[in-house]
């Protein structure tokens, strides 16, 4: 049973990690997009927007059908979920940028293709956290909606069959592990970004 | 006064500006910001351009900085057009303008890490330049850590350690308390000394005009053209005792009269 809970958390685990990544992935490219190009707003702004209004459970029977029942449905899922409030963080950081960092920039011999990763993405920086500061939340409900439906190991899968013989020990046991791999990632969070980013914490 | 026919010699930061016009297209329709302005800054000459707040001495500058396109009329720098923005005009803002995700060192270096210079040469050149600002043990300290002097010193170094033609000055001071501002103009002063760069400073305040410039352009309210170049001829070095020289006090009466018939002008304008 030690062995199976550690594989389920592992599953569960990886599943997290390459939905977020992927998530966040996008959602920075896209809130780049609608954020700083006008024409990328109009168009992808409302149809993301329609997109966000689904809920992740609702999906989960499409992206079955689409991606099966292995990995890439429980993927996607994930990355559906991680997906939103990274850009709509995102595009709030990017549009709102001073165009005095990207003058400065410019006339300091900053070329175009510099302009992200020297100035947009560090500007808008405070507003991408907090986006995937939530997003760890939403990735964690979306692992286990995702394995409720069609897994064969991790935290939800486990909670399901625990849940099917009656088993409120195991139950409750995979819920705290699952409670806490949500809270330790969110903390683990915090605490690398503040100082991997220590200027994020200042008020002025 | 104005020469119309660009110069061709050297690199050595010579600005002529032809007919400078500036509309911006607003909702209620198009706004004259510059209404053909022409002027010439010679090489390693300190300007002030003095003008009543909203008149448009920024936009002037950020013509000169490439950051906005003449509508109408040419900026040349020694005789060649400028249309985009480059590290040979090295723009020092009002406030706001450090990256504050940058510590002091990373900002100054900015410019030459942009340039393609790394490591030994571009440490050494950026702690020249704070060396020179006196930010000596302030490397790693951010932005918001520092005073507004003190950010406005970083906002030097950064742009002189690209070594530009010009230094362009948007009224860099403009939000320090009184004190720092006048060391602020000394260290100014004592760096242009040492530089001789081409400046082009804004400026509302006639003191801080007549204490740095070589010659002061005195602009009318929006909008902006030149109401009247005033020559200053102090004595160099200057420091701020001269505020009450006599010469100073007579150029200061003149030039607050040209300002104020200018904010009278606005005035009676606003109030319709």
């Known amino acids: 049973m030690a062995g199976d809970l550690w594989k389920d958390v592992l599953a569960s685990c990886r599943r997290a990690v390459v939905g977020y990544v992927l998530g966040c992935s996008f959602g920075i490219l896209l809130g780049t997009l609608t954020g700083r190009i006008r024409l990328a707003n109009r168009v992808l702004s409302p149809l993301g927007h329609v997109l966000r209004a689904f809920p992740p459970v609702a999906i989960v029977p499409l992206a079955i059908t689409w991606f099966g029942l292995a990995e890439t449905s429980k993927y996607f899922l994930v990355f559906w979920g991680v997906l939103f409030p990274v850009w709509i963080g995102t595009h709030a950081g990017m549009s709102h940028v001073a165009q005095t960092y990207v003058w400065a920039a410019r006339s300091l011999g900053a070329k175009r293709q510099h302009l992200f990763a020297e100035v947009l993405l560090p500007a808008s920086l405070t507003h991408v956290l907090a986006g995937m500061r939530v997003a760890i939340g939403i990735c964690f409900i979306c692992v286990f909606v995702a394995e409720m439906a069609g897994a064969y190991e991790g935290i939800g899968f486990r909670i399901s069959t625990s849940y099917l013989v009656f088993r409120v020990d195991r139950m409750l046991a995979a819920l705290i592990v699952l409670g806490g791999m949500g809270a330790i990632s969110d903390q683990l969070f915090h605490f690398t970004t503040t100082r991997v980013f220590p200027w994020t914490q200042f008020n002025k | ?272």
């Open chain 2, 1 to 272: 006064m104005v020469d119309s026919k660009p110069v061709t010699n050297n690199a050595v930061g010579h600005i002529q500006v032809n007919s400078l016009t500036v509309r911006f297209q607003r909702a209620e329709g198009p706004v004259e910001v510059l209404d053909a302005l022409s002027f010439t800054v010679l090489p390693g000459e300190f300007v002030c351009l003095l003008g009543t707040s909203g008149c448009g001495k920024s936009t002037i500058l950020n013509a000169l900085a490439g950051f906005i396109s003449p509508t109408e009329g040419t900026i040349h720098l020694d005789g060649r057009v400028l249309n985009s923005p480059g590290p040979d005009r090295g723009m020092v803002f009002q406030k706001h303008a450090l990256f504050p995700w940058m510590t002091v060192r990373r900002n100054v270096e900015f410019g030459l890490k942009m340039a393609r210079i790394s490591g030994e040469l571009r440490r050494r050149v950026g702690q020249q330049f704070i060396d020179l600002v006196g930010l000596t043990g302030f490397e790693n300290r951010y932005p918001a850590e520092l005073s507004g002097g003190m950010e406005q010193r970083v906002g030097l170094a950064r742009v002189l350690a690209l070594d530009p033609l010009v230094l362009l000055m948007d009224e860099p001071f403009g939000s320090l308390d009184a004190q720092t501002r006048l060391l602020m103009q000394e260290l100014l002063l004592r760096v242009w000394d040492e530089t001789k760069k081409t400046v082009v400073f804004v400026t509302h305040d006639v003191d801080e005009a007549i204490l740095l410039a070589d010659r002061i352009i005195v602009l009318t309210a929006r909008p902006a053209g030149i109401k009247e170049q005033i020559d200053v001829c102090l004595p160099r070095p200057r420091s701020s005792d001269l505020v009450t020289a006599h010469e100073f006090v007579s150029i200061k009466q003149h030039a607050l009269k040209l300002i104020r018939e200018e904010s009278d002008f606005v005035f009676r304008a606003e109030r319709g």
